[in-house]
């Protein structure tokens, strides 16, 4: 009970930050070799060697808030904001390297503009307990419409 | 209203063109872009796909020339064919999935008429009791699945063309075939496979302005000082940190790298058709061992002295026009589908050389992921001035765009327009888009 209520604070603080755009505070919780990864096949099992949405590790993270941060991000001008909830938190088992699995859905609706987008799927965050804490050692995020066209493109994580 | 102005322009199309600028209503005049489809994208020679997409037969993939839906399909001879994806009877669609397996042969949902892979009638349901004594059946033409005009395949590339006429693919796409012989010619094997996996992207602009930014070596280092700078600033901390930052860094931060003035020094070269090649690349054979290794296999394939030559093609991207973009060292290529005026949708592949190491794939399997993905850290700023182009194109505040860079100082060399030294920023590719443009519209 005490597991699930703390892993879902994590998940809420997570979606917060994005939320809030507090980029640095958002990567901080990853562990150091931590990966966030959007398949662009839902088939795919493994990050490494296949093509996909976001496959970042922190260093890449860091390249994509510089670029958001930069006064010449042309894109990130206009107006635009995100608002996620995230939901359906199952911890499941831990993995090999004892790392505690949790699946979990979430629904992202992003304001550009006057444009409005729906984005939803699922999340699984592979976390590692820490003193005080969790860090994400793998976030993988299946977009239900990870497949179809994308109408402009995404410029953060989801 | 605007379809008077449609009318009114279509009947005086060559006023529309002048060598250094362009009328706006070129890319935001509804009536203009139904002409374009019909003169244009619908009779040259178009990508449809690679044949690796296909591999078994009843394989197929769905595309869009122009506005017709078509299917790419395998038959059970091997052979490509390309099909209006339609059924002859009551016009309906024939595949609705992007792509699958159809079988042994395609059988209509809405009355189950059947096709063989080439498109030829194979069956009616009660088709002697339905239709005796008629002209429907299976030796009228009117009762089979259309074809594509012509299909042809240039080292496993194929193409589709709406018309009976005009040149061969060959002729069509003259010199701009390097961009498929230095693709295909960096494999071991000589030949690529398609990497199952397109990215699709919609710009919220006119089709041309997508072209036109291609071979536009004005607009890195404004457009995406962004990224170039970010990624230079963390390349230099891993470089401090492990000594050795991977490749994909460098291929960001040479937009920052690159300074606005150092463009110049890139060359283009501009082929009839409207086709261009954008000389120079950043960086792509460092001597770092995965290359060492790849050095090898093609050493061992073609000897050293067509290694260096291969290796020595130095190109960024070509431009077919209308609708394809190849990055050859880099094995990836968009195709663009216009889907309306303002509306255009770019289909992204990746292809990995046959023969060659793991590490040559997956280097630019991190290009294609980083710039090509939908969550590009490069693209993003593209389309964001792309949209903004096609707003201001579709006021009242001017009626001209300018493609003045340069203009007046390139070098004629038989039919190829090339760019003059230290003068790689010219707008010369948009002048030539522009011109084969204005031949195609004049119905020549």
Known sequence: ?158 | MQQKRATDLSASLSDLVQPDRVRREVYTDPGIFELEMQRIHERVWIYCGHDSQVPKSGDYYTLQIGRQPMVMVRGADGAVNVLYNRCPHRGNMMVGDRHGNSGEFFRCSYHAWTFHHDGRLRNIPMMESGYAGTPYGRDNPDCSMRRAARVENYRGFVFASLAKDGPTLKEFLGESRVAFDDMCDRAPQGAVEVVPNCFRVIQRSNWKIFLENQLDALHPSVTHQSTGRAAHEVEKDIEKKTGHAPLSYHMLSAFATVTIDKWDNFQTLNYPHGHCVLTGYMGLRPKDPDTLAYEKTLVDAYGQKRMEEILGVNIHHVLIYPGLSVQSPLQQLRAVRPLGVDRTLTEIWHFRLKGAPEAIYRRSLAYYNLVNSPATLVNADDLENFWKCHQGLSSDGGDWVSFARHFGRDIQKNDVTETAPNCGTSEAPMRNQMKAWARYMAGR
């Open chain 1, 1 to 158: 009970m005490e597991l699930q209520h703390e892993v879902e604070q994590f998940l809420y603080k997570q979606s917060e930050l994005l939320d809030t755009k507090q980029w640095q505070a958002w990567i901080d919780l990853f562990a150091d070799d931590g990966v966030y990864w959007m398949p662009a096949d839902p088939a795919h099992e493994h990050w490494d060697g296949v093509p996909s949405i976001f496959a970042e590790d922190k260093n890449l993270m860091s390249v994509r808030m510089k670029r958001v941060l930069h006064p010449d991000a042309w894109s990130q001008r206009p107006l635009w904001g995100t608002n996620h909830v995230v939901s359906n938190v199952v911890i499941g088992n831990y993995t090999a390297d004892g790392e505690i699995v949790a699946r979990s859905r979430f629904h992202m609706m992003e304001l550009r503009r006057d444009d409005v987008r729906h984005f939803a799927g699922s999340y699984r965050h592979h976390l590692k307990k820490i003193d005080g804490g969790y860090r994400i050692k793998l976030q993988r995020v299946d977009m239900t419409n990870a497949q179809a066209a994308y109408d402009y493109v995404l410029q953060v994580w989801v």
